[in-house]
């Protein structure tokens, strides 16, 4: 599945499953600083959110911002433990930085990389 699919599909999944009752494509445009215009082209694939739109909308979901990506882009067991280990004497809080600078990290490579594929198709 393209990740940009897959992008849409998660926004407009978890938009509908908020605190189960869900959001309007307004209610959560009003939330997070953007048009409900732009909501709803995202979760269309009309436009592509930028990495900071999804850190956005993952902190307003309370997810981690990987929950965007799918499953074979998402870190490992390994890597979770080695993240702990460096991070066991931190204060919550800056264990709440880290994880974000990280999943942050994470999910722009993805994307440039996808940007780099379609560009690279589009050109055949």
């Keep these: 599945m393209d990740i940009y699919k897959y992008i849409s599909e998660k926004i407009k999944e978890l938009r509908e ?36 739109d999804l850190q956005k909308l993952a902190k307003f979901f309370g997810k981690p911002i990987y929950v965007f990506l799918p499953e074979a ?5 390994i890597k979770l433990s080695a993240l702990f280990s460096a991070t066991a004497d931190l204060k919550d809080e800056d264990i709440r930085a880290v994880t974000e600078f ?17 560009a690279s198709n589009d050109a055949r």
């Design 17 to 52: 499953t908020y605190e189960a009752k869900g959001l309007s494509q307004e209610e959560l445009a009003i939330k997070i600083g953007v048009t409900p215009n732009t909501i709803s082209r995202w979760e269309t694939g009309a436009y592509k959110p930028r990495i900071t």
């Design 73 to 77: 882009h998402q870190p490992d067991d």
């Design 102 to 118: 990280a999943e942050f990290r994470k999910a722009r490579s993805i994307l440039k990389e996808a940007k780099k594929k379609k």
